[in-house]
């Protein structure tokens, strides 16, 4: 779809149908349907404490956290951006929450987590306006800019917890990460984060401003818009989310580790991202893509611990799934696999590559593309027969 | 947990460790004495440490620093903070400072040859604590003081075949660490020669959780649904078996009772939920190898010859020992 997008519930839909969504949902599907084969029970829910319990519930709560680091990731990078201090802002967050719980009078009540939250999340607003200021203001290329946090800010949780893993025995700080409301709170936070912001951007000019700014910065500046609070905010923002992401990680556990929590968090929330369907050269962002891709990636971690593929294996499994979703939505490779159907298939009168419009285009690489993604599947198939 | 960061190369370690073990000292020995007789007095030992990246680290230090003190040793101490470069930059002032012995926990396994040939070139014998270095020239260091990982392992699995007699089917699963680390390695190695013995034990999944809390929960909640019977937990440090429990307590069982779990390190928390029933055994792997090194490095001035592998005295942990040794555990 290279027309844009109107804002909406329709305009979701639309992009469903559309067929940037369409491989990543196809995937994400496929990754699901290959779990079921392999183990009957992956797709089953049950109650269990008064919660939903099963493999489908695990994803949700494990993605989520990658799912709100790559919300913020979403807009930064619509911005012409990268966040690169995302995991480590995420285990500054953590660590700062569980020092005060444990520091404070009495580390099991409610008082001292929400303490620690809010000086979790002040902290990182502080973080982020550091980022902001860098980009927007004294001009740093973002990769770089952030990289000072991303190395500095490890260092940072290390400080604050004195480089020891921290536990802490506060039940409402727990309910973040591991708590449930039916479904796991983790993911109730982070779809409210990605409804709110979808509405925000795109029910107001909110979303076209940010993607202006991403397009082109300099002709966006002349047209009246104040490119640099946007570019500022954005940044803020995604810090904020990597912030309750590394709440949500470290109340998982209980505890906070500030040498592994939210590590490479990152490259999976800027892979999200990208198998979302949003370039990273900036302008067009799509939401419902990174929640697909979010998905995508928590389902691959998970295929991969209950598929018993051998860890030796498995960043090559992880890396084949992702080369098959990231060429199925390559612009180029679908041009390539549609011009080869074309020309297998000349003579046929009811052959679509006469028309030039939308709807065939989405019929007609279904079954070619379909082949690859059947490909992948066999492979790690394959995999786990050898393994 | 202690080598998170140990990154590449491994097997070295192991082969070092089963080979070095049966050969006396190499040439280098008798040379050492010319470097500690010249001083008198005191003893000085130059100390690089890794850094201070967990409770084991810390308390690794601290009982280098107070074994140094009742033995009256003039300990210099310096942190690398994780980097092979200061470390370097450590041993050569050691070198500088004309120290009588030098003693480190290498960050990384390989790219010490030159350095070590200096101290060497100097006549100050070189200790290794804890970690080894991965190099062919085995002159270049004393010995290599540390934990013996594929013992800790087949202490684990002898300790589960013990408990497990009578039984006729447990389904263990397994929480590997880091994959390609040498404890990961050595720990699964140990684990599955001890588990030989008895045919009705079978690890039934094995999945790494990176030595964290997070890893060690994740896996267990994947392995939890796709693997309906789970007798056993075995984990490769306490902080996985952690996160373990937190998902078999998420899955409505009990941990320590419907899933017995078995970890290794006994840092606190670990040794805590040990103390509480919720894990069954605990095999340590001991930092406080302070009163060893001192031994050692007297015994490497004094020009005797000492094994190139010493094993650090470690010990295990049952629910009950737990709850006695809890109150004086230093980390």
Redesign the interface.
Known sequence: MSTVQTAGAAGVLERVRGSRLLWPLVALVALIAANAAR?P??LSIRL??GHL???LV?ILK?GAPTLLIALGMTLVIATRGIDLSVGAVAAIAGAVTCTTIVGSSDPTSPAAALTGIGLALALCLVLGLWNGFLVSLLGIQPIIATLVLMTAGRGIA?LIT????I?VRNDFYREIG?GFLLFPISILIALAALVAVALVTRRTALGLLIESVGINPEASRLAGLRSRTIIWTVYVFAALCAGVAGLM?SS????A?A???GLWIEMDAILAVVIGGSSLAGGKYSLSGTLVGALIIQTL??T?????IA??V?LVFKALVVIAVCLLQAPKVRERFRRRRRSQDPTSPSSPSTSGSLAPEEDSPAPTAHEPAGDAASDSKQKVAQS | MLN?ILPVAVSAVALAALTACGSTSGPGAGAAASGGAAGGDAIVMGFSQV?????W??ANTKSVQEAAKTAGIELKFSDAQQKQENQIKAIRSYIQQKVDVIAFSPVVETGWDTVLLEAKRANIPVILTDRAVDSEDKTLYKTFLGSDFVTEGKKAGEWLVENSKGESQVNVVEL?GT?GAAPAIDRKEGFAEAIKAAPQIKVI????G??????G???M???L??N?DIDVVYAHND?MG??AI?AIE???KVPGKDIKIITIDAVK?GMQALADGKINYIVECSPLLGDQLMDLAKKVIAGETVPERVVTEETTFTQEQAKAALPDRKY
């Open positions: 183990n029970g992956f269990q404490d319990y099963g493999s695990d494990n290390m004195d480089g020891q893993i536990t591991a990680i998982n556990v209980s505890a580790d040498n592994s929590a971690t998970t991969v611990y209950s598929m018993g860890p030796e498995t | 998170k850094g201070a990246e967990s409770g680290r810390t590997q994959t999944a094995s999945q790494t990176d030595f964290t809390r997070s890893g929960k994740q896996v909640e994947a392995f649904k796709s309906p902080d952690l996160g937190e998420a899955a409505g928390d």
